[in-house]
């Protein structure tokens, strides 16, 4: 079974500073992809970023980075110089290779102070 | 990147009556797609998985004859929520993959409030 674990219900990071997101999953597939994704308080899902399992660079998106450890089974969004806009929900997400249901952590609420 | 367009985004229904939620692909096939329901502060949670053309696959412990999937195009499917009781009040997302497996689109989510 898969699973995705998000254990920051909520963080908070001062304007211009780096953020790191945690999300650790498990999976008994070889081939998955991993996601992130943005849900600002109007509720729709923003995609921010992608990982395949066998990629063997990080992804990085503009201010977005995601720390691959795949090791340690875990995938953790790096959001660089936060900015107020940044404040919304984040889940991280897992698909496996040639499917299409994905799974959802519980989320982490990002508050960026300025 | 590619455009799912969902409608309404939101509704406030009468207990007992039925609400429909469109969802559409605009500028690509939408093989698949899928329902989802999210409660407040809460992940989002996949109710059904609709291929164009067939029926619906329901996850477990969603009851398939209170919400109707309907994915008739390539473009559009439809969710029903038929009989709606306040307990069905909730946010409900779609998305939508062309084939291409990593990606999958959403729509903006629907609201629903019955009263």
């Known amino acids: 079974a898969q699973k995705i674990t998000q254990t920051q219900p909520g963080m908070f990071v001062q304007e211009k500073e780096a953020v790191t997101l945690d999300c650790t999953y498990d999976t008994s597939d070889q081939s998955y992809g991993l996601f992130w994704y943005k849900q600002p308080s109007s509720g729709e899902m923003i995609f921010l970023i992608y990982q395949g399992s066998y990629d063997e660079q990080n992804a990085t998106e503009g201010r977005y980075s995601l720390n691959f450890q795949k090791a340690r089974k875990s995938a953790n969004l790096v959001i660089s110089a936060s900015q107020l806009g940044d404040s919304a929900m984040y889940f991280c997400a897992m698909r496996a290779t040639g499917g299409f249901k994905t799974i959802f952590g519980a989320g982490t609420r990002l508050f960026v102070k300025a | 990147g590619a455009v799912v367009s969902q409608h309404p985004s939101w509704v406030i229904c009468k207990s007992g009556t039925s609400v429909k939620i469109e969802c559409r692909s605009l500028d690509f096939q939408a093989t698949t797609m899928f329902w989802y329901r999210q409660f407040p502060k809460q992940s989002l949670m996949l109710m059904a998985t609709?291929?164009?053309?067939?029926?619906?696959?329901?996850e477990q412990g969603v009851e398939k004859d209170k919400f109707l999937i309907n994915h008739a195009s390539l473009t559009l499917s439809t969710l029903t929520v038929t009989s709606a009781h306040p307990e069905d009040s909730s946010f409900y997302i779609c998305?939508?993959?062309?084939?291409?497996?990593?990606?999958?689109?959403f729509g903006q989510g629907t609201r629903l409030t019955v009263v």
């Open positions: 998305s939508a993959t062309g084939g291409t497996w990593a990606e999958a689109f």
């Open positions: 609709s291929n164009e053309g067939s029926k619906a696959t329901y």
